[in-house]
């Protein structure tokens, strides 16, 4: 093990080109040496040495510590940290820059092995530090919690023993997060004797050993002997330990320590002392929306990459000035305040806040924001103390209990007690379970109180008389509440050979498998249903289709006749694609999202095409859109946390009357960010801009259903199998994989690439949707007596799924539409269904499903429908 211990000096923690922090205040520094009581530096510890016998050893310690007592019969003194924002309010610049400084100093130390690092903080102290630590490194991270979170998966968890509160947890969206073979960086705000880092290795090394570990952290206060354990167990583990810290030292305890402390605190008890009393202020809350960016995670409970940070970074400026939109122009000392774990986002937000107001103070008086007036230092009447400086500051609540003395040499002047707010899952060994604290809060003379929490703090109780939020209006004349979505950890993908015969490389299907579940029904039993209002169409299954000898042929032959032809749409569609939608400077590709199941071929093939002509790996994924019902909304959050939205195309295989494209549209209106247009292979209807045809021919997948499409079902979705967190359903038939030309067709279109021209779109192409396909069904459905274009399915796809699937009445069809509809005449002959034919149509055929369908129907004129 090796230690590379940083030695500051007063300005060190800090550098002022931190990734988006703010400016520093006008005559400030930012040091760790101004980080006492908001900028006077009065406190030391003195009053807890002499009183409990506790001194630090080490030249940079006060710079970045000072002392207090903890309420806790673990442990009598707390170390309190000037740089940490969790229980002195401090600059959001100097929080978040000490820990992006460390983060840089460990990519220093990983050099090349840094791009494969995962930092991992702890809960809840180290949770903000720990992710500013990874910001600095370019490193994936991961907290861990208190919070048990349901449906999360758990990667496991250790215990630190000294702690209010024991038993961390891990709760990884992605378990590759703590099975990776890079360095893992773990990261609190102080390194005491080690034995919570030791009970780390060894919980998390059993399951999963790395070559290398880094311990980063704000003090090293162990002792020669702590180091030399930790030593000994790195090479009991066969593996590679450094530490990092800003300052080093020692912590100097008497032995009877504990028995001091209580009677110290039970001393202060008894003496009754208070904090500064409360203002005359009764703030009336008002809940802030400042746009938080969809699917991003709010911390690094469940996990929070590169791509993450790179859309927070983008959002700040925007996020920062909703916020000062949301205070009075007066408000020039303002505390941001987070809750407990959640940390990051609220120093990030107070940060972009601080900037906002800044720029509106330089703009001018007339910004309609608020504005950071008199920003030099203010002299405390009374002490003659900057103590009173304006600008913003970043605290956050706290279940540790530290006693308040209001004393200039103590670092803990005031305490706010108040009930749990976040549904905890406290144990019956921590002390008070269900109490929460904030410090520091009381007699800060506050303009302005942002509280910070996610949706499930969001509780009766954090609104209830004696709550946080009661508590701080008495502290403030302006106070508000912002609420960030609770990351809720979501299904991963499904991928084959598991789920599809495709390989796991080509498609994530963002669904759940029901293969076990009984869902098909007769088709005549279906149709009834549906038509009368018994149950939707996506709540159960037509019984698959397998085609006899003769229908396979004309499968065969219809893929060697079209390939050429879909090979040039696949070219021309993808490139277009990517010449438009490909951010420059962004250093992104689309993501291809294909719309279930008809979809999901031609995302493949855009991929393949992707990666023949311009080797591109494009994500691809598959999620399922249900007329009448709407998007997977569980799938596009999926989306949004792995990916920008604004990188989603979504792909279809054709049109018919631009029902989905429609419903695709308003399904997006409630997430934006998601571009709504539609990418289809063929654009018969004339519905859509980007197409690679507007020609109604022969896509070969549209002939078979599962056996076409990877062995997956259409997809299901009923309330009984599908909850608020779950993917819509589909199954995988893996009993029909003797009849799966699923690769044959890829490989067939494949091989025809080098023939097809590449490029876009030509310039000189009409792309403006007409909508002729949607008028002529419109006609259809009158002509026929219908009255209803829902049972009007217009192409070669849709009539082909109309004899696949539905109760067919009759084929309206093109005289001209030639061998594209062999297969659907074979069907036809097959089913019984007449055949008429016209020359006045946009599409080569139309099928019409049997209208107002009983099992016992007539109307075999083609025209009666009774």
Known sequence: MNDRNAHPTTDDPVTDDAPGAPAPEPGAEPGAADAGRDGDGSWDGAWVARRLGVTLHGGDLPALLGLALRENPRRAHLLVSRVLGKHIPQRPDVVHGTGVELG?????????????????????????????????????????TRRAVAGAHHAGGFEEEHSHATSHLLLPEDPELLTGGGPLVLVDDELSTGRTVRNTLQALHRTAPRSRYVVVTLCDLRSAADAATLEKTAADLGTRVDVVALGTGTVALPPDVLARGRALVAAQHAAGTAGPPPGPWRAEVRRVDPGWPVGLPDGGRHGFTPAHRARLEAALPVLGARLAAALPPEARRVLFLGTEELMYAPLRLAGALEAALRAAAAAGPDTGAGTLRDAGAHADPDTGAASREPGVRFSSTTRSPVLPVDDPGYAIRSRLTFPAHDLPADGPDTADPGVRHVHNVAGGDWDAIVLVTDATGDTPALHAPGGLLDLLSRHTPVLRLVVLPSRTPLPAPLRGPGFSSYRPDEVGWLLQDLSDVALEAPTEEREEAIQQGGAHYAESLPVEYQPGAEYQRLFDAALAASADRLAQAVATVTDT?????????????PVLVSLARAGTPVGVLMRRWAAHAHGLELPHYTLSIVRGRGIDTTALRRLATDHDPADVVFVDGWTGKGAITGELAAALAAFPGFD???????????CVRTFGTREDFLIPSACLNSTVSGLVSRTVLRDDLVGPDQFHG??????????????????TVEQRFATVRPGPMAASTDREPHRAGLAAVERLSEEYGIHDVNLVKPGVGETTRVLLRRVPWRIVARRDAGDDIAHILHLAR?????????????????????????????????????
Do not use: M, N, Q
């Open 730 to 747: 589909a199954k995988f038939y893996r009993e029909l994989a003797d009849a799966d030309v699923s690769g044959r067709f890829l490989d």
């Open 830 to 866: 097959t089913r019984e269904v007449p055949v008429e034919w016209t020359d006045d149509l946009p599409y080569r055929c139309v099928g019409l499903i049997h209208p107002r369908f009983t099992r016992g129907a007539t109307g075999t004129d083609g025209r009666t429908t009774a």
């Open 676 to 686: 709504p247009s539609l990418v289809v292979l063929a654009d018969p209807g004339g």
């Open 577 to 589: 694609v990517l010449a438009e939608r490909t951010r420059p400077g962004a250093g992104t590709t």
């Open 104 to 144: 840089r100093r460990v990519r220093a130390l990983l050099g090349a092995e840094a791009d494969d690092a995962v930092v991992l903080g702890y809960a809840e102290t180290a949770t903000g530090l720990g992710h500013s630590v990874a910001d600095g490194a370019g490193a994936r991270y991961l907290h861990s």
